[in-house]
């Protein structure tokens, strides 16, 4: 059995999207942001950086913060969704999410979103980043359907933060690409669960 340690936002996503797909045994302890129940003296000795998602692994008595890297411990222990025919394809979107798709458009986030009119520069270094993220994604889908060949999860991984697209000001209609690849993800059944496991409901976005 499986503790989650989540929020309704795109990093605690992509663990349930994964947790659903694989069809494992998990339990979800809500960590409310608002309430800034991440910074509770319990949860930062299970997350040094007061970010959510965390899981802990009771069988192999194994705690992990980071997305990425629970979203690789998963896939190793139950040998899913990272393959060793394209394994470093794979890794490496995996961290292009990690590095730049994540940061960059949670920056958007708070300087187009939460907080607009405070920074004109930020703003344009927002949009230009995000204009940026999706371009390459844009580029990348037209040589497969899914980021690398088969659903990975390299996918897992970016497709919740492109559920944000609204609040970073994309219009996924000028990205074809990436609009197919999201819709076929949107229809997966792990997905439309995965979406709404921890907090209030959400309808998954549709352009
Ligand atoms: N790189 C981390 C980022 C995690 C992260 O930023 N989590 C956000 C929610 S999506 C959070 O816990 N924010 C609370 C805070 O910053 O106080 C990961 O991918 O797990």
Not at 42 to 47: C, G, L, T, V
Not at 53 to 79: H, M, R, W
Not at 114 to 143: C, M, W
Request: glycine share 4%; proline share 5%.
């Amino acid at each position: 059995m499986i503790d989650l340690y989540s929020s309704a936002t795109p990093n605690g996503r992509k663990v349930t999207i994964m947790l659903e797909e694989l069809g494992v045994k998990y339990n979800t302890i809500a960590i409310n942001l608002d309430k800034k129940e991440q910074f509770s003296e319990q949860f930062s000795r299970i997350s040094p950086s007061n970010k959510i998602p965390v899981i802990i692994d009771k069988e192999s008595k194994q705690t992990i913060f980071e997305s990425g890297a629970i979203l690789l411990y998963l896939a190793k222990k139950y040998n899913k969704f990272l393959t060793n025919k394209n394994y470093w394809d794979v890794i490496q979107w995996l961290f292009f999410q990690m590095a730049y798709v994540g940061p960059m458009l949670g920056q958007a986030h708070q300087y187009l979103f939460y907080h607009p009119g405070k920074s004109e520069f930020a703003e344009k270094k927002s949009k230009d980043y995000t204009q940026h993220v999706y371009e390459i994604l844009n580029e990348r889908l037209s040589k497969s359907d899914y980021i690398c060949e088969n659903y990975s999860i390299a996918d897992i991984a970016i497709w919740p933060w492109t559920a944000r697209f609204e609040r970073h000001q994309i219009n996924l209609k000028n990205y074809p690409n990436v609009l197919r690849w999201y819709l076929l993800i949107s229809k997966r059944p792990a997905v439309i669960s995965g979406y709404n496991i921890v907090g209030d409901f959400y309808e998954i976005p549709i352009p």
